[in-house]
């Protein structure tokens, strides 16, 4: 199983239990010294950072608020999820409950520990290299900057007089290292959607996307 991934993520591993640790959830092993939590932990910070070091390099014209739309879209839950199922991860995962394979959240939780076991087995060079190989295409594919999804519901918002959005912070979970923020946000005439992210930025943003779904069916 190991050689196969290994495979398939083009990056052989010197101590292979790095990368079966980054594949455990917790629901199959409860120890954190078992599970990908912590490598995750870790991975998350790395891809920020390997991200932030590609999109420097390759838009060396861009201002810094479009560097952040990038890089918001390309570290986002949804687009980290869709490159491990590219990858297969779903398939290599070792969960207690099948129906885990196919969770959004837990999937890239999975990628981010695999680029965190990345960074621990080689270096950060391998680790940048790693999340190179993975993104560059989806870099590529947008030669503009993404409209973020906040500036976009605006735009929306104004064009169908539904008013300014207004964001609350609606409550917050988990610990003081790795807190989730859940942001709401409300429009004239639009029951309020909410948002949950690693800040409340990111949580914004997804509230905002949400808004932007609901809006296109009125």
Request: aromatic content about 6%.
């Amino acid at each position: 199983m190991i050689e196969e991934l290994e495979k398939i993520l083009n990056y052989k591993y010197k101590n292979p239990a790095l990368l079966k640790q980054a594949l455990t959830h917790s629901s199959f092993a409860s120890d954190v010294e078992k599970n990908y939590e912590r490598l995750e932990f870790l991975g998350d910070r790395v891809l920020g950072l390997s991200i932030a070091s590609l999109l420097y390099n390759i838009f060396p014209h861009e201002p810094e608020g479009s560097l952040s739309q990038r890089h918001t879209g390309l570290v986002c839950k949804e687009t980290v999820a869709m490159v491990a199922k590219t990858l297969q991860l779903d398939k290599y995962m070792i969960v207690a409950n099948e129906e885990i394979r196919d969770n959004e959240n837990v999937l890239c939780d999975v990628c981010e520990a695999v680029i965190g076991s990345i960074f621990i087995d080689g270096d950060c060079v391998e680790a940048i290299k790693f999340v190179n190989q993975h993104w560059r295409e989806l870099i590529d594919k947008n030669v503009a900057p993404p409209k973020d999804a906040k500036t976009a519901l605006q735009e929306v918002a104004h064009a169908k007089g539904r008013g300014v959005p207004v964001y609350k912070l609606e409550g917050r979970e988990g610990s003081e290292h790795e807190p989730i923020f859940y942001m709401s946000v409300s429009l004239k005439g639009v029951a309020p959607e909410v948002g949950e992210g690693r800040n409340k930025k990111l949580a914004e943003q997804e509230a905002a996307a949400k808004m932007l779904k609901k809006l296109e069916s009125l």
